[in-house]
């Protein structure tokens, strides 16, 4: 998605910040630009449009109270649709903006595709649902997020297979995306020497139908089913199953926790469970924004919170050091303790958070509901 010719005309302005100042610009009328990577179009737009509709709601009232240190915010928001090379251009694009700050990306491997070039151009990333384990590994010092890396998510889906379902065997699948593929690798590596793995194997994104890997798993025969990877994938493979009469139990990852999902049949999702950080929607805090995104006919999302709160700790950051230069924000970011609507948040030296509430979530309903 283009700039807006709003934002061009913000960006031509010579009072706006660039990266390697020291301190705010002197004019005090001069704006701070927020760079937004995201999935706005395609069939990732379901996760990428609530995290720049929440992210707007937090920078109307952070302006609304008077800006940041007298400096409006303004956001320039950026279509990667999830695909690595457009991610990498977008990213370009913020640098040759000299922008200081970037919420995303929300997909791992447009993300992780988009890394090198944010570090090169000394540019902080803070990401509402990027959770692939190596995001944090040591390699992206600029780079942090708000949501749980997939190695825990993956210990966490085990744990309940053994635990909660007593699964004896389980097939898993993957949509070889960094993100799917990475949670998939985890469980498998958990599940070692306690669940008997009948199938490990990527899927082909896109496939207009999954018959054959639904007719595979019914020979099979395992206790349970783990798809890990997006959506638009996930929801085929349920609606596959069913037509295959497969009712053993299914897991998926928290891509699939949203509302979108009980667009399929009730009847397509009754054995589907979500594993999730929890639903912060639920929170009173939250609630006045939701509110206001239900006004506009926006969906309430946990990304889309998360967005929201990186929003504020961003405002409160540039409001404690009074500087775009990268140091002091990383600096910030690394020893602060931020307040949120979502809670007090704070980061590991790695850059993950470092509350991890974890859910399962049974979706067969109408709503999700914590599994017992």
């Given at each position: 998605m283009?700039?807006?010719?709003?934002?061009?005309?913000?960006?031509s302005l010579?009072c706006?910040f660039?990266l390697?100042?020291?301190?705010?610009a002197a004019?005090?009328?001069?704006?701070?630009?927020i760079?937004?990577?995201?999935?706005?179009?395609?069939d990732?737009?379901?996760?990428?449009?609530?995290?720049k509709?929440?992210?707007?709601i937090?920078?109307?009232?952070?302006?609304?109270a008077?800006?940041?240190?007298?400096?409006?915010l303004?956001?320039?928001?950026?279509d990667?649709?999830?695909?690595?090379?457009?991610a990498?251009?977008?990213?370009?694009?913020?640098?040759?903006?000299?922008?200081?700050?970037v919420i995303?990306?929300v997909?791992?491997g447009?993300?992780?595709?988009a890394?090198?070039?944010?570090?090169?151009?000394?540019?902080?990333v803070i990401?509402?649902?990027?959770?692939?384990?190596?995001?944090?590994?040591?390699s992206n010092?600029?780079?942090f997020?708000?949501?749980?890396?997939?190695?825990?998510?993956?210990?966490?889906?085990?744990?309940?297979?053994?635990n909660?379902l007593?699964?004896?065997?389980i097939?898993i699948?993957?949509?070889?995306?960094?993100?799917?593929?990475?949670?998939?690798?985890?469980?498998?590596d958990?599940?070692?020497?306690?669940?008997?793995?009948?199938?490990?194997e990527?899927?082909t994104?896109?496939?207009?139908?999954?018959?054959?890997?639904?007719?595979?798993?019914r020979?099979?025969?395992?206790?349970a089913?783990?798809?890990?990877?997006y959506m638009?994938?996930?929801?085929?493979?349920?609606?596959?199953?069913?037509k295959?009469?497969?009712?053993?139990?299914v897991?998926?990852p928290?891509?699939?926790?949203?509302?979108?999902l009980?667009?399929?049949?009730?009847?397509?999702?009754?054995?589907?469970?979500v594993?999730s950080p929890?639903?912060?929607?639920?929170?009173k805090t939250?609630?006045?924004?939701?509110k206001?995104?239900?006004q506009?006919?926006?969906?309430?999302?946990?990304?889309g919170?998360?967005?929201?709160?990186?929003?504020?700790?961003?405002?409160?950051?540039?409001?404690q050091?009074?500087?775009?230069?990268?140091?002091?924000?990383?600096?910030a970011?690394?020893?602060?303790?931020?307040?949120?609507?979502i809670?007090e948040?704070q980061?590991?030296?790695?850059?993950?958070?470092?509350?991890?509430?974890?859910?399962?979530?049974?979706?067969?309903?109408?709503?999700?509901v914590p599994?017992k």
């Open positions: 283009k700039l807006s010719s709003y934002i061009k005309f913000i960006l010579s706006i660039f390697g100042s020291t301190a705010f004019k005090k009328t001069s704006p701070i630009v760079g937004i990577l995201a999935p706005l179009t395609g990732f737009a379901n996760y990428g449009l609530p995290v509709n929440s992210a707007t937090a920078v109307e009232k952070i302006n609304k008077g800006g940041v240190n007298g400096h409006k303004v956001l320039a928001a950026e990667s649709q999830c695909k690595p090379e457009l990498i251009n977008i990213a370009h694009k913020f640098a040759d903006m000299h922008l200081s700050i995303g990306g997909c791992s447009s993300t992780q595709a890394l090198p070039v944010f570090n090169k151009a000394h540019i902080v990401s509402p649902s990027a959770t692939a384990t190596n995001l944090t590994d040591g010092p600029n780079f997020r708000l949501i749980p890396p997939d190695n825990f998510q993956g210990e966490f889906q085990a744990d309940f297979l053994i909660n007593k699964a004896k065997t097939a699948l993957h949509d070889k995306d960094a993100y799917g593929k990475g949670i998939a690798t985890i469980l498998r958990q599940a070692k020497g306690k669940i008997k793995v009948v199938a490990f990527g899927i994104v896109g496939a207009v139908d999954y018959s054959a890997v639904a007719s595979k798993l020979r099979l025969k395992p206790d089913v783990a798809f890990e990877g638009p994938e996930g929801t085929k493979l349920l609606t596959q199953f069913y295959k009469r497969l009712k053993m139990p897991i998926v928290e891509s699939h926790k949203s509302d979108v009980f667009n399929l049949k009730a009847k397509y999702r009754a054995n589907t469970y594993s929890l639903d912060p929607s639920s929170l939250v609630q006045p924004i939701s206001i995104l239900t506009r006919k926006q969906r309430t999302t946990a990304f919170i998360y967005a929201y709160s990186i929003t504020q700790i961003i405002a409160q950051v540039l409001e050091t009074k500087t775009i230069n990268y140091k002091n924000i990383h600096t970011l690394d020893k602060g303790k931020f307040k949120t609507i809670g948040v980061f590991s030296p790695k850059g993950d958070i470092l509350k991890k509430n974890y859910v399962m979530y049974k979706a067969g309903g109408t709503t999700f599994a």
